[in-house]
């Protein structure tokens, strides 16, 4: 089966622009969830999709959003970028049908943005 | 809330040796994962290990085995005969089991740097 996928692979925006980053999760995988990862916070997670609705979320502003397709298929957005938004942002697959946490996440490369 | 604590920043070893990197802890769960996870320079972040808290049995995975204290609430990794290719963070990561907030969440520890010497 093929991994976790992501794109883009880098980006480079600008204070107060927007950006999309996709996530396409490995086949089958029905949840998703994004983590953002800087050297001084380190991994921090964002938010979990499973079958389009959003079952968790992390401690982060507003300006991050996400959504799920009916493929799977994940998108964040982070509206209003600030520098501090500058980060590997990694997305991550499982199943998700034991109906209860605990699944093994299968992480893609990730996305570097960088908001200059 | 659940913190992991990672408390050597970094370490080496040299080819063919056995290392340890330390986890601790803390949570009021009875039940959850715990997982080991390592971050090569390529920032493609690999599962190494995965504990169910209700197994007492540790867990291994060919080189790769864990110390399990549930009542220390700790959680080594030892990695034998180590190889080049070991070189990476190694993130210890913890997950609540059950619905509600602990779906698709891992929290993780800060890391150890593993360098591995020829």
């Known amino acids: 089966k093929a991994g976790v996928t992501q794109t883009p692979r880098y980006l480079i925006k600008t204070r107060g622009q927007q950006v999309t980053l996709s996530c396409s999760p490995i086949?089958?995988?029905?949840?998703v969830s994004w983590y953002q990862q800087t050297p001084g916070q380190g991994l921090q997670f964002l938010f979990e999709?499973?079958?389009?609705?959003?079952?968790n979320k992390g401690n982060f502003p507003g300006r991050f959003s996400g959504r799920q397709f009916s493929n799977s298929r994940s998108e964040m957005n982070v509206s209003t970028l600030e520098l501090g938004d500058s980060a590997l942002y990694l997305c991550a697959s499982s199943p998700g049908t034991s109906g209860t946490a605990g699944d093994t996440q299968y992480f893609g490369p990730g996305t570097r943005l960088t908001v200059l | 809330a659940q913190t992991v604590t990672q408390s050597q920043p970094e370490m080496s070893v040299q080819e063919a040796e056995t290392v340890t990197l330390s986890c601790t802890y803390d949570?009021?769960?009875?039940?959850?994962?715990l997982f080991w996870y390592k971050q090569p320079p390529s920032r493609q972040m690999i599962l190494v290990i995965r504990?169910?808290?209700?197994?007492?049995q540790n867990a291994t995975e060919n080189r790769f085995s864990v110390n399990f204290q549930k009542a220390a609430k700790s959680f080594s990794l030892k990695i034998s005969d180590s190889q080049l290719g070991d070189t990476a963070m190694y993130f210890c990561?913890?997950?609540?089991?059950?619905?509600?907030?602990?779906?698709?969440?891992?929290?993780f520890g800060q890391g150890t740097i593993l360098t591995v010497h020829p």
């Open positions: 949570t009021s769960e009875s039940n959850y994962y």
């Open positions: 990561a913890f997950m609540k089991a059950g619905g509600g907030t602990s779906y698709g969440k891992l929290t």
């Open positions: 504990q169910e808290a209700y197994k007492q």
């Open positions: 086949s089958g995988h029905r949840s």
């Open positions: 999709y499973f079958s389009e609705t959003q079952r």
